[in-house]
């Protein structure tokens, strides 16, 4: 996300069934693994993001705190929120979204009576 920036519903895949902070918390994780948000990158506060997305502040300030608690952000008072600068907490979380990715594969695979090889074949082929 460029600086100054806000966030839009637009950003977002959203699934009604689900609770909107678990699901923005998902994807700004995805964001933070894929680079699209680089270390050090400034997030816009609570207030703006919540005013951009339209959602209760409540909300925005679950997914910082969720996201802070999985070493992903880190608060400074008076400056603001910024994704970490620590590889290690970032390459943990991107091993922690392949082994989920991996683990629904198996899953998918299974439910159709095909093993996960099987199924990458079958991928692959098209």
Do not use: C, H
Request: aromatic letters at 6%.
């Amino acid at each position: 996300m460029p600086p100054g920036k806000n966030w839009t519903m637009e950003d977002f895949r959203l699934d009604p069934s689900r609770p909107l902070y678990e699901q923005f918390t998902e994807q700004i994780r995805t964001m933070i693994a894929k680079g699209e948000l680089e270390p050090g990158t400034r997030l816009p506060s609570v207030r703006e993001t919540a005013s951009s997305l339209r959602v209760n502040p409540t909300t925005v300030m679950k997914t910082y705190q969720e996201l802070e608690r999985q070493a992903l952000l880190v608060t400074y008072r008076g400056q603001g929120t910024f994704v970490t600068r620590e590889e290690a907490a970032i390459d943990r979380s991107r091993k922690e979204l392949a082994r989920t990715a991996v683990n629904q594969l198996k899953e998918t695979a299974k439910s159709l009576g095909l093993t996960p090889e099987q199924l990458w074949a079958l991928a692959l082929e098209e």
